[in-house]
């Protein structure tokens, strides 16, 4: 293989690369929706889906992310009455991580009130993007 074609495939991917990285830091981690994926309350202990939407927040204990998201979704769950928040230690249900399909904590649901997954943040969601899948739901 010459230098030149060498350096010419090497530059081709570093820009994909790159603009791979730049659509997904855009999307927050977000994607449109869960599929045909739903959550099921008994998988938490005393969770209860609420009337309209529900936050569902995978963490672990030593996310060092978790307890912000845990305060975001917190705020966002006592300025509703319809909206229930849900936190799922996945330390104690390592199982829940492949149901669910969570590859890193926070990994933060949407849920319709049949608990429908309607959207999923990995990371610390945006507040304009939860405002947004809260108003789809």
């Known amino acids: 293989m010459s230098p030149a074609?060498?350096?010419?495939?090497?530059?081709?991917?570093?820009?994909?690369?790159?603009?791979?990285g730049l659509v997904l830091r855009g999307r927050e981690g977000r994607r449109r929706d869960g599929g045909d994926l739903r959550f099921d309350p008994a998988d938490a202990e005393d969770a209860v889906l609420g009337a309209t939407a529900t936050l569902v927040q995978f963490s672990t204990e030593t996310c060092a992310r978790c307890p912000q998201v845990r305060r975001l979704l917190g705020t966002f769950a006592s300025e509703d009455a319809g909206l229930a928040h849900i936190e799922v230690d996945l330390t104690h249900r390592p199982d829940l991580s492949a149901r669910y399909r969570v590859l890193q904590t926070p990994t933060t649901f949407v849920l319709?009130?049949?608990?429908?997954v309607r959207a999923r943040f990995a990371g610390i969601p945006a507040r304009e993007s939860l405002t947004h899948a809260l108003a789809a739901v």
């Open 5 to 20: 074609l060498a350096f010419a495939a090497l530059a081709a991917l570093l820009v994909l690369a790159t603009v791979v």
């Open 112 to 116: 319709d009130a049949t608990g429908r």
